[in-house]
């Protein structure tokens, strides 16, 4: 179906582009149309070769099509980005992005698609981000789930997973990134990820799991980041983090995971922690016995716990220090374990909660000003404020 004829506006014959972005909201880099987002279309429509030429981003949502095809005789050689989402697509044929021959960034969540081939990708040899988050995957058991090692950046969340075969990302050696969150995932066996030697991020938020292998991140030598957000550990004994062997981990996320404990076994082989996040469990003490063996452990966040906190009176928001570790925590009471070489500060000021674009946007609009305001406020508050606004590291502080 051609959506595009020249049209007549009031007496001025529009251009075929002009006609184009009145349907489609058109962005311009100098005189040529470089994005282009479209919703609600249906069927099939087509993109004037006066606009092909310079596209380099295309999306196009919540509109009805059942299924991606290649068009051989189209081709759109210099789209780096396109975004099918919410697109009503069942089915994606073989080699259906040929048309695409520069595609880096490829989006089609929230679709109805359950089956891929495993060559569907093969021939796109500049793709490195592929979103396939709100399907219905179904992996194949004894095959791997893509033929498509130039992924680097693989979100496969919300897809109803329920089990990760071991052949799943065996042919997918080049991954980097890899979201599983919300799915259905209740165990790991330890074979899952055992062909992604160059992963650096695992993110397995809100999956219901209770058991992870010992050897399930053995082969995984530059794993850096691993989220494990809203599950339900209860205690890390049973869950299996006392065989934890990340020696290359450098931030755990395990908020809401319903900790009741934090054996002190529990981060046994992790010497390369910097950041521990256990917000949102049911965490009474923490003693700091437990992990002083992480000697690169920088920031601690044990917030919406159920901890009693030294040193901290009537003030319920603590900021403490302990030796060189960062601890932010929600106090109910009074009671830190081992807290002999604990400095506390009272309660967050405004200063505090400023996010840390707030804390960069300040010091780019006020200039050297800012600079002089935030070194004064660092002497007065303390070390432990003088290391949370530190600008290198405050990413990793709030949480």
Known sequence: ?????????????????????????????????????????????????????????????????????????????GLRHLELTNYSIIS???????????????????????????????????????????NIISLPYHRPFLHAPQILNLDLSRCNINELPSATFRNMTRLLSLNLSKNSIDLLYGDEFETLENLTEVILDDNGLKLINQSTFRKNVRLKNLSLRGNYFLTLDCAGFKFLN???????????????????????????LTTLSVNDNFLKTINFGEIQHLSNLKHLSVLENNLRCGCVGEYKHLCCSWDDLEILATCNDVDWNDAKNTSCNQEFSFWDY???????????????????????????????????????AIESIYI
């Open 92 to 134: 994606v044929e073989r080699e259906a992005f040929r048309s695409f021959p520069r595609l880096e960034y490829l989006d089609l969540s929230d679709n109805l698609i359950r089956f891929l081939d495993s060559n569907t990708f093969v021939t796109d040899n500049f793709l490195r981000t592929l979103v396939l988050a709100g």
């Open 246 to 272: 990340i020696p290359s981990l450098e931030m755990l996320w395990l908020d809401g995971c319903k900790l009741l404990s934090l054996p002190s076994y529990s981060f046994g082989n992790l010497q390369n």
């Open 354 to 392: 400023l996010k840390p674009w707030q804390w960069k946007a300040v010091a780019s609009i006020a200039g050297g000003c800012a600079v002089m305001v935030v070194i004064s406020i660092l002497l007065v508050k303390g070390p432990c404020l003088r290391r949370k606004i530190d600008l290198n």
């Open 1 to 77: 179906m051609f959506l595009i004829l020249t049209t007549t506006f009031v007496g001025v014959e529009l251009s075929v582009e002009d006609s184009f972005c009145q349907i489609c909201e058109c962005k311009r880099w100098s005189s040529s149309v470089t994005e282009v987002s479209c919703s609600h279309l249906s069927n099939d429509f087509f993109i004037p070769a006066e606009i092909r030429t310079g596209l380099r981003k295309l999306v196009l949502s919540h509109n009805n099509f059942s299924s991606i095809f290649k068009k051989s005789n189209v081709v759109y050689s």
